[in-house]
């Protein structure tokens, strides 16, 4: 298994068959030495700097009805709301006060938000904070519509895969969702040439140490800017519900493989891994993880915007408390750094 590690290190790549045989290989000891090295590549290439994204969860209004999401359309407990423009660009104004120089815009696939809102709620983000970075994750559009989008500023966009074997992703999604349309979006966004952000979620249902193996593999060949990997967590009102949430051990286990398998990844310490176990988002960084996103949000937004249960959105995983939370990244030996925080592209590997 060591020998897998320090060739992922070396040579950033292995066969399906052997990314499987690391993740059923799995033991504290052999992730603790992955996070060593992955630690040590992270800090070759970006230092000790972490960045933040201030994020705004800008509706839970959604079209869709994934079978894991606490704001699927069928679920009628959900207290539905949605932000305007103008409190979007307030969520900015303070973000900007409080030092995020990136501004990630997330929601469900909610058909207010046509192309001409969102271009133009980017287009007013853009020449407020023209230092700022935009990122949207706004769901499955059309090539057209990405393409608007990027050409009215937006730098960047995030889509997870989910999982890349299909009938897992067929298990996870109804029937009018498919893992092909999923991955010729994210085909579209690369072609565009956003920085683009796939990942998948840990220990969701049905998944087996074989679809992880496909979805390192995935991660490899479509290499993309960023890469957001979380514990699945279970809600109370999906069908779902009485599923077992994913380890957050071995999501850390396999953000360590990711930074090896891509030097100069943007890895999250996702929200869910910070909900999930109380230092969590700690554990991330020393994994391997470069990137934290504080939620930015109104607080009346935030409660609603349940994708799982127990998510946390108060504390350090709130903006306001960026001083606290810049504390407890620098007691994990990280610093928070005030950027737009693009991924390095010109970096040597090795
Ligand atoms: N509508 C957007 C944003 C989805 S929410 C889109 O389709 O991309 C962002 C991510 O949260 C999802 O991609 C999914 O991987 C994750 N997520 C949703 N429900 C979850 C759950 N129960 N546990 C953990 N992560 C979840």
Not at 144 to 173: M, N, P, V
Request: aromatic share 8%; proline share 4%.
């Amino acid at each position: 298994m060591l020998e897998l590690i320090s060739r992922l290190e070396r040579e950033h790549s292995l066969t399906e068959s052997e990314y499987r045989q690391l993740v059923e290989g799995y033991t504290p000891e052999l992730a603790e030495y992955a996070a060593s090295r992955a630690d040590r590549v992270r800090r070759q290439v970006y230092g000790d700097a972490v960045f933040v994204r201030g994020l705004i969860e800008i509706s839970n209004i959604c079209k869709n009805d994934c079978l894991y999401c606490g704001i699927r359309r069928s679920n009628t407990s959900c207290d539905r709301y949605r932000l305007t423009e103008s409190d979007i660009l307030d969520c900015c104004r303070e973000g900007y006060g409080l030092g995020f120089r990136t501004f990630v815009l997330q929601g469900g696939e909610d058909g207010y938000y046509t192309d001409e809102r969102v271009e133009s709620i980017v287009r007013a983000i853009k020449s407020e904070h023209p230092d700022c970075a935009v990122t949207l994750s706004l769901g499955e559009r059309s090539y057209d519509s990405y393409k608007r989008l990027f050409d009215a500023g937006a730098d960047r966009y995030l889509l997870r895969h989910e999982t890349a074997d299909g009938e897992h992703y067929s298990r996870l999604h109804p029937s009018e969702l498919t893992l092909s349309t999923r991955l010729e979006c994210l085909h579209a966004l690369k072609a565009i040439g956003y920085q683009v952000g796939c990942g998948f979620m840990v220990g969701s249902p049905y998944q087996s140490s074989e679809h992880i193996a496909r979805d390192l593999r995935f991660i490899e060949k479509f290499d993309p800017d960023m890469c957001g990997i979380g514990p699945f967590i279970p809600h109370k009102d999906t069908p779902f519900r009485d599923k077992t949430a994913g380890s957050a051990y071995l999501t850390c286990f396999l953000l360590s493989i990711i930074r090896l398998m891509k030097p100069n990844i943007l890895l999250p310490a996702t929200t869910a891994l910070g909900s999930i176990i109380p230092d969590g988002r700690e554990m991330g960084l020393r994994a391997g993880a470069n990137v934290v996103m504080p939620n930015l949000s109104p607080v009346s937004a935030r409660e609603k915007y349940t994708l799982y249960n127990n998510k946390l959105h108060t504390g350090t995983e709130s903006a306001q408390a960026l001083k606290q939370l810049k504390d407890r990244i620098k007691a994990a030996g990280y610093t928070v750094v005030v950027s737009r925080g693009d991924i390095k592209k010109e970096q040597k590997n090795g």
